[in-house]
């Protein structure tokens, strides 16, 4: 149990008098201890003439009154306890037999003031196992100091820690995000203390995940009309290792060590789970689990950024050529939309089981998603084809677009604070870096020109929201 702190705690001095200078020592270390609050018992304040010196000093020792007896160990102090001379060996008779019978071994405490020319302290024979405080530097006085005093109140630098539980993943069965879990209470440890350890963190925990997708890769395949479901298990069966992901991708942003770098690679690495990478027949819906996961890895992160206001990376990530992995080969660089992939699976069921539902891609990453993330990463999917349709990617000369599944969510009277704040000249500042960095006016051109998509519901959602449908073009850069 931890003890409480002390009110005024009280403190008996013992010493040898070996010379001026160290009685000096003795009575400014006790002054100072005074004047922080602690009631020290000191001889020469203390006995008057006329008082038995021994009965004084056996009072302050045994009596339960003095919470903490300070010895200090000078060669002086060291010669007469250890040689039981004088009043320094009358006090040593009374103390050691103390000593041993202190239950808490916290009473009595050592106090180094003086070493010898080689380093050596001058601590009595029966003490010499205690630990002590040296205040005998000058360069470490302020710093141990401290310690003594935290020591006489009860209230150390140290606390004892509240007893948890036992880590529910001791008593879980080792599945596919095993190691990735692992990897991730690493980081987590060297978050504050080792951050740049991240960077060797990361590449583990990026080659720990591919092998944690290879678990689910679909061997072979018994009945096409079932696919369905088994893609829907193992979209859920993936979810601990999307979890980790975005735990780790966080962790990184926190500890400062995120690089967009290393997240193109980790893209243009998982890529190679969308298609077939050895020999043989295949059907399309059998990579579909990955596409999924692919896409909504991907949405996260871009999401990540935007609720930290990252514009600057979150810009290098869209703009990013990605080389992906895959044995057609990667000649040509990519834009980021491909890794926004149409699901036939889910068209499948959709139609297999007469499902009332608009989108299930959608519904599943709505379903699926972290509540404090939820609102962001229908905001961000839509930011994601906007900023897609500003650029006009284009691949080979064939336009591409990311389309924002996600949309069919976003209530109609809700505010885009990103684009609806684009009236202030200040804001615009901040994200252009979204936008290649043109200005207010061909920002205000591209917009004005920006044709939108009817989307895949347009009898009931209408178009896709395109910037303007949160600011009125000719508003935009007409506040300060």
């Not at 010669?79 to 004088?86: E, H, I, T, W």
């Not at 050596?120 to 040296?134: A, G, S, V």
């Not at 295949?282 to 999401?303: G, M, N, P, R, V």
């Not at 205000?444 to 519901?457: F, I, L, P, S």
Request: aromatic share 14%; with cysteine.
């Amino acid at each position: 149990m931890t003890q409480k702190a002390i009110v005024n705690p009280k403190v008996f001095v013992s010493y040898s008098w070996t010379t001026p200078e160290h009685e000096e020592w003795v009575v400014d270390l006790a002054t100072r201890l005074r004047s922080d609050g602690v009631d020290v018992i000191l001889d020469k304040w203390h006995l008057r003439e006329g008082q038995d010196i021994y009965a004084f000093m056996e009072s302050m020792v045994t009596s339960d009154t003095v919470d903490k007896v300070l010895i200090i160990c000078d060669e002086g102090y060291q010669k007469r306890a250890d040689n039981r001379v004088g009043g320094v060996g009358t006090e040593t008779q009374i103390i050691t037999p103390q000593t041993y019978s202190d239950a808490n071994q916290e009473k009595f405490i050592p106090i180094v003031a003086e070493r010898s020319d080689v380093g050596e302290h001058f601590i009595p024979t029966y003490m010499k196992t205690r630990l002590y405080i040296d205040l005998s530097s000058y360069e470490k006085f302020e710093e141990n100091y401290e310690i003594l005093l935290r020591n006489i109140y009860r209230v150390p630098i140290f606390k004892l820690p509240v007893l948890g539980k036992a880590p529910a993943y001791l008593f879980q069965s080792e599945g596919a995000h095993f190691q990735t879990a692992k990897i991730l209470r690493q980081m987590k440890v060297s978050a504050d203390k080792y951050p740049n350890r991240m960077k060797h963190h990361w590449n583990d925990f990026v080659e720990s995940f591919c092998e944690s997708l290879s678990e689910f890769k679909i061997r072979e395949i018994d009945e096409i009309s079932n696919m369905d479901d088994r893609i829907i298990e193992l979209i859920e069966e993936m979810r601990p290792l999307r979890d980790d992901f975005i735990e780790a991708v966080e962790i990184l942003c926190m500890t400062g060590q995120f690089r967009v770098s290393s997240l193109v690679e980790f893209f243009e690495k998982v890529y190679s789970f969308t298609e077939a990478s050895e020999s043989g027949c295949y059907h399309a819906y059998q990579f579909d689990h990955f596409k999924f996961t692919i896409t909504e890895l991907y949405l996260y992160s871009a999401t990540i950024l935007f609720r930290e206001k990252n514009y600057v990376d979150l810009s290098k990530l869209l703009s990013s050529e990605y080389y992906f992995e895959s044995k057609y080969g990667n000649r040509h660089p990519k834009h980021f939309y491909r890794l926004r992939f149409y699901l036939k699976t889910l068209e499948y069921r959709k139609e297999k089981l007469s499902l009332n539902r608009l989108d299930l891609q959608a519904d599943l990453l709505i379903q699926r998603s972290i509540g404090k993330y939820k609102k962001d990463l229908i905001l961000t999917d839509i930011l994601l084809y906007n900023i897609s349709k500003f650029h006009s990617l284009n691949e080979m000369g064939v336009a591409g677009t990311w389309f924002p599944h996600t949309y069919i969510y976003f209530e109609e009277d809700e505010v885009f604070k990103l684009f609806a704040m684009l009236k202030s000249k200040s804001h615009y500042e901040e994200v252009k870096v979204l936008f290649n960095n043109v200005s207010i006016e061909q920002f205000k051109t591209k917009v004005a020109t920006m044709e939108g998509d009817r989307g895949h519901y347009s009898a009931i959602y209408g178009t896709i929201p395109l910037i303007r449908s949160f600011i009125k073009v000719e508003d935009i850069g007409t506040k300060p």
